[in-house]
């Protein structure tokens, strides 16, 4: 396929990718981008010529690089040992074991090609195991372990694949040179990742201080500096082009007195481009590892001498066997590692975080780089020795790797006493989400962060309300109650995500009953006419009947209801220019009933909430909150009247968003001082603020 229509596809895949995920949330996108590919690959017959070289350059150099910038610094040197041992240590131990298993196991298989087929499955691949991360809640130890060898560990792995292959070719190997072009090519590419990225920070800094500071210059040069120091590391230093983006990915985000870092615009468009960026190479690697796949797998499937059942089996048992590989080394090093250490937080040895670990190891798109570079012939001029059969066992422990993953990691990690990251609340439900640290001080994850923040900048919005400006006050209000509420639901499963709605509509209920009872009042006093007590009630009791269909419709009828309300109100709007002074009568005394039936809401949940023992629950208080600035904000609209100044109005809403934006901004700084969250994550909460902001002022611009 061409190389402009293939990216074209690609990026079409990976949009559609992320529609799909949004509907099946409990797969992994990566998993869906996979299985896209695959069918595009079957029903168009289309495929992609994929070279290590050039899938290194163009994925792996910025995605790596990228890793190594979000690497969190302290857990990375406090990891920095069993990050290398297993890295290094554990990938040419699964190498060497793997590869007389294979040859067991297979004996038509070459001890060389078994070498070469474990050498390529050694390295966890560092896309999956983040696709896998955001599913499975992997304790956090155990997250950056494994995120912390995947940077290193293709380099070490490559270079076993590269040596195993050779002496399938040639017949000849040397344990000297490997081990002495191994030293080589890791410590000049570390040499290399940090002089190339000191060299280019300087340079940056220097054309910033020549007033050459230009935003997308900026971005565009932070952007290609992963290609430049890879490209320039494997052509003319023959070094680990791997290792040296990582390096020079961490030392770009430890240089805090770069100059770039006192220009908040170029450090914002950086970071979102970056988003950008990633957000498409993440796709395109999973469905480019999904066209591959029937590539990989055809020939053995078709070949009439090869049992495709037997192959299967092959699959299953290689990588069983490279699971235990992990679970038992994993167990080895924390048994010397607690023999060795004298800390009380010395990690006891555990089964089952081994498991964890060893089921955390997944493979994907090197290890499908790599194999696919298998030479057809080798020196003498013969076949390649079972070189279909080598693709296929490889194609299938990428899959199967990846499904283990995401049926039992999820299953291995709800126990609550997990390497002390999950926290067990009052009510003796855990929640894994509040970490301890070291120093015994809770720490808030980005979503507990990022709701406190909003509810301190709901608190300055309530406390800036005014009669003159209640209307966009309680606009504003909704607007984070809504954000806040989705942040809640995200990652509730779907039995505490029913409860909760149905938990809601009773509310709801409530509210409405307090509309009907006043309503009733209000038509035993004549105070309303039958004509509007008919439709009123009609109105309230749909309303209800909705209520009752709520475990059918679930949320989406929210939505549904949205759209529906806004279609009437157009029509009502286009009516209303044609409405006699009779009619125009009738519409202001509806809306007087509807401003008192939102204040008898009001009244009904503020009873509620003073007789019920069941309103400390947080979602409870966030509904019945919720709710209540939606009655306050309904009644100020039925407020408006014709001469209502929408420029005044806009007016407000730009000066108390910036409030809120100010409320954010300290929230945020407070929780940093206080160690309830980590430099790492003020900054992320910092450049979310920070965006918000510029939204804001662009917009009061235009």
């Known amino acids: ?12 895949l990976v949009l559609l990718s992320n529609v799909i995920s949004h509907y099946l949330v409990s797969i992994p996108v990566g998993l869906i981008q996979i299985t896209l590919g695959f069918i595009v690959a079957l029903i168009f017959k289309i495929s992609i010529e994929l070279e290590t070289d050039w899938f290194l350059l163009l994925f792996i150099a910025p995605l790596l690089f990228n890793d190594g910038r979000k690497f969190p610094k302290r857990e990375l040197w406090k990891l920095r040992g069993a990050i290398f041992a297993n890295a290094i240590l554990l990938v040419f131990l699964t190498t060497v074991a793997g590869g007389f298993f294979i040859h067991f196991l297979i004996p038509k298989m070459p001890l060389a090609v078994g070498f070469a087929l474990a050498a390529i499955l050694s390295p966890t691949d560092p896309v999956a195991v983040q696709s896998i991360a955001e599913k499975a809640k992997l304790p956090r130890n155990i997250l950056n372990l494994v995120s912390g060898e995947s940077l290193i560990n293709d380099a070490s792995g490559l270079i076993a694949f590269k040596y195993a292959i050779a002496a399938a070719v040639t017949g000849y190997f040397s344990f000297s040179e490997a081990f002495g072009d191994f030293t080589y090519i890791a410590i000049v590419g570390f040499i290399s990742g940090a002089v190339l990225m000191l060299l280019i920070s300087t340079i940056r800094d220097f054309l910033m201080r020549q007033g050459i500071n230009d935003v997308v210059f900026n971005t565009i040069l932070q952007i290609l500096t992963p290609f430049i120091i890879f490209m320039f590391t494997e052509e003319f230093l023959h070094a680990s082009g791997v290792i040296s983006v990582v390096v020079a990915g961490v030392i ?19 970071e979102k481009t970056w988003e950008i960026v990633v957000y498409l190479l993440n796709g395109f690697v999973f469905i480019i590892l999904g066209i591959e796949l029937p590539i990989a797998m055809s020939n053995t499937i078709e070949d009439n001498n090869s049992n495709t059942f037997s192959a299967i089996v ?39 975080i081994s498991l964890i670990s060893g089921f955390s190891g997944v493979r994907g798109a090197i290890t499908m780089a790599g194999v696919l570079t298998v030479p057809m012939i080798i020196k003498s001029g013969d076949a390649f020795p079972e070189r279909s059969l080598m693709l296929f066992i490889a194609g299938g422990i990428i899959v199967l790797s990846l499904l283990a993953a995401i049926l039992i990691l999820p299953i291995l990690t709800k126990e609550k006493d997990i390497m002390k990251t999950n926290n067990e609340s009052s ?5 894994d989400e509040i970490i301890i640290s070291e120093d015994g001080n809770t720490q808030f994850n980005e979503k507990q962060a990022r709701i406190y923040i909003m509810r301190v900048a709901i608190s300055r919005l309530e406390s800036e309300r005014r009669e003159s400006n209640q209307k966009v006050a309680y606009e504003l209000i909704l607007e984070y109650q809504f954000m806040i509420r989705r942040l809640e639901f995200s990652d509730q499963d779907d039995e505490r995500l029913r409860q909760i709605v149905e938990e809601e509509a009773n509310i709801r209920r409530i509210a409405l009953d307090g509309e009907l009872e006043a309503l009733d009042k209000m038509k035993l006093k004549n105070a309303i006419s039958d004509q509007n007590y008919a439709i009123i009630n009609k109105k309230i009791m749909k309303q209800k009947a909705k209520l009752s269909q709520i475990n059918n419709r679930k949320i989406s009828f929210v939505t549904v209801r949205n759209i529906k309300y806004a279609s009437r109100q157009i029509g009502k709007m286009a009516r209303r220019a044609f409405f006699s002074e009779t009619e125009l009568k009738k519409v202001y005394e509806r809306r007087n009933i509807e401003k008192a039936l939102a204040k008898a809401a009001i009244k009904a949940l503020s009873t509620y909430v003073k007789k ?10 966030q509904a019945i909150y919720h709710l209540i600035v939606y009655y306050r904000n309904r009644i100020e609209t039925l407020k408006l009247t014709k ?5 005044e109005s806009e007016e407000q809403s730009y000066q108390l968003r910036l409030k809120a934006i100010a409320a954010e901004r300290t929230a945020m700084q407070e929780l940093m001082e206080q160690g309830y969250i980590t430099w790492s994550l003020a900054s992320r ?16 611009e235009d």
Do not use: C, H
């Open 427 to 431: 009510d003796g439900l855990v929640d």
């Open 685 to 700: 909460l910092r450049e979310y603020i920070n965006y918000s902001e510029n939204v804001i002022m662009l917009s009061e």
């Open 643 to 647: 001469e209502f100044d929408r420029s």
């Open 314 to 352: 092959d699959v299953v048992v290689v990588w069983l066997f490279l699971v235990l590989i992990r679970v038992i080394w994993t167990y080895v090093n924390m048994l010397f590692i607690s023999k060795k250490g004298k800390s009380k937080n010395t990690e006891t040895p555990s089964w089952r």
């Open 252 to 270: 770009s985000s430890t240089r805090k007195n770069s100059f770039a870092t006192y220009l908040p615009e170029i450090k914002l468009v950086t």
């Open 1 to 12: 396929m061409p190389l402009l229509e293939s990216v074209i596809v690609l990026a079409a």
């Open 612 to 621: 019920s023992d069941d309103v400390n629950q947080q979602f409870n208080q």
